[in-house]
């Protein structure tokens, strides 16, 4: 089980972390990513960590401006958004795969995950 949490209404330039806490894991997953969905929009990666070696990739629209990270002790993975634009406005995902890959580009697909959290909505006014 997923619980995405963090949300809420920011201003142009301003910050958010959202968490999201992993629960009844029978095994540990390979990694766990970030998706965002906006109205009108397919959902779209966003962001993914890969649970052992904590290698991250990112999509271009928000290099250099968020962060994932991951607690394993807690089960818990967080995203830190900086610089948020109105365009970052959506619900975001955390999802969990199970499967190994190769790459860690791979796993900006939602076909790589498993589990998914239920969202929490970002709102970024201009």
């Known amino acids: 089980q997923l619980q995405a949490s963090g949300g809420g209404l920011v201003q142009t330039g301003g910050s958010l972390r959202l968490s999201c806490a992993a629960s009844?894991?029978?095994?540990?997953?390979?990694?766990m990513g970030w998706f965002r969905q906006a109205p009108g929009k397919a959902r779209e990666f966003v962001a993914v960590v890969r649970w052992r070696s904590h290698v991250t990739s990112y999509a271009d629209s928000v290099k250099g401006r968020f962060t994932i990270s991951r607690d394993s002790a807690k089960n818990m993975v967080y995203l830190q958004m900086n610089s948020l634009k109105p365009e970052d406005t959506a619900v975001y995902y955390c999802a969990a795969s199970i499967q190994e890959y190769d790459r860690t580009s791979n796993y900006d697909r939602e076909l790589r995950y498993d589990y998914w959290g239920q969202g929490t909505q970002v709102t970024v006014s201009s």
């Open positions: 009844g894991w029978s095994s540990m997953p390979s990694a």
